[in-house]
C-alpha cells in the first residue's frame, strides 16, 4: 500500500543552525511529492513539490529513489519556519489521490 | 476571492447525533477531499472526489458520507458521531491530482474542530 512516513514527531534546533525534516515513502510507480506546511492560526499550504526542483522560503527538498526519500533541508533556520510539516504523496496508481504522513512540528529556539 | 470556505468552525456533538460539514469553493477545481487531523496521526484522507457526481473512500472512510451533486460543494455527513471521531477536518480541493502538473496543488479551508461527548 501507498504510504508516507514522517519518523519524527517534533524537531528542535536553533536559529542558525541547518535543519533537515525526514519524509520516506513506498510507493508502486513513479511518485509525485509534496512538502506542505501550517503556520500557527494560519491554513495548510503548499511548501513546495519535487516535480518543480524548487526552493521556496530557503527549503529544498530531493527525491532520493533508492532510498524512497524526500527530505526537507534548509542551511540556517529562522525563527518564522517553526511550523507543522507535512510530507504528501500523489497516489495515482488506482486513483487519484494525495495521503499524507504524520508530520513533524518544527521547533526553532532562539 | 474565498478560495475554500468550511463551516462550521466548532461544533459540540453527542453521541449518536447527526450532522453536516460543509465545504464549498469557488476556484472552479474538479478534485476535493475531506481530511481529518489528529494528534501523532496527521492527516487521514476520509473521501475524495474527482468530479461532479464522482466520490470515492479514502483511508478512513467509516461512518462518514459524501455526496458531490456540484462542482462546488462537497459536504460530508456523520451519520451518527462517536467520540472517535472528535478531530479537526479539513477540506481541500485542487485543480487536478495526479497530472503531475502545477495545478496539482491542495488549497485547504480553515478547518472544523468537532467534539463528540
Known amino acids: 500500500a501507498q504510504r508516507v512516513t514522517q519518523p519524527e514527531k517534533l524537531l528542535s534546533v536553533f536559529k542558525g543552525a541547518p535543519v533537515e525534516l525526514k519524509c520516506n515513502y513506498s510507493?508502486?510507480?513513479?511518485?509525485?511529492l509534496f512538502w506542505y506546511v501550517q503556520y500557527s492560526r494560519q491554513r495548510l499550504q503548499l511548501l513546495l513539490r519535487?516535480?518543480s526542483r524548487e526552493s521556496i522560503k530557503g527549503f529544498t527538498a530531493d527525491l532520493n529513489k533508492g532510498e524512497t526519500s524526500f527530505h526537507l533541508k534548509k542551511p540556517f533556520a529562522q525563527e518564522e519556519d517553526s511550523a507543522m510539516y507535512y510530507c504528501?504523496?500523489?497516489?495515482?496508481?488506482?486513483?487519484?489521490?494525495?495521503?499524507f504522513g504524520s508530520g513533524t512540528r518544527l521547533s526553532i529556539r532562539p | 476571492n474565498a478560495g475554500v470556505t468550511q463551516t462550521p468552525k466548532f461544533q459540540v456533538l453527542k453521541t449518536g447525533q447527526s450532522m453536516t460539514l460543509q465545504c464549498a469553493q469557488d476556484?472552479?477545481?474538479?478534485?476535493m477531499s475531506w481530511y481529518r487531523q489528529d494528534p501523532g496521526m496527521g492527516l487521514r484522507l476520509i473521501h475524495y472526489?474527482?468530479?461532479?457526481?464522482?466520490?470515492d473512500q479514502g483511508e478512513v472512510p467509516n461512518g462518514y458520507n459524501v455526496s458531490r451533486s456540484t462542482t462546488e460543494d462537497f459536504p460530508l455527513r456523520l451519520l451518527s458521531a462517536a467520540p472517535s471521531q472528535t478531530s479537526v477536518y479539513f477540506c481541500?480541493?485542487?485543480?487536478?491530482?495526479?497530472?503531475?502538473?502545477?495545478?496539482?496543488?491542495?488549497?485547504f479551508g480553515s478547518g472544523t474542530q468537532l467534539s463528540v461527548l
Open positions: 481541500a480541493s485542487s485543480y487536478s491530482v495526479g497530472q503531475g502538473s502545477a495545478n496539482e496543488k491542495l488549497f
Open positions: 510507493y508502486s510507480g513513479s511518485p509525485e
Open positions: 519535487h516535480i
Open positions: 504528501a504523496l500523489s497516489d495515482y496508481s488506482s486513483a487519484s489521490k494525495i495521503i
Open positions: 476556484m472552479n477545481h474538479e478534485y
Open positions: 472526489s474527482v468530479g461532479a457526481g464522482i466520490t
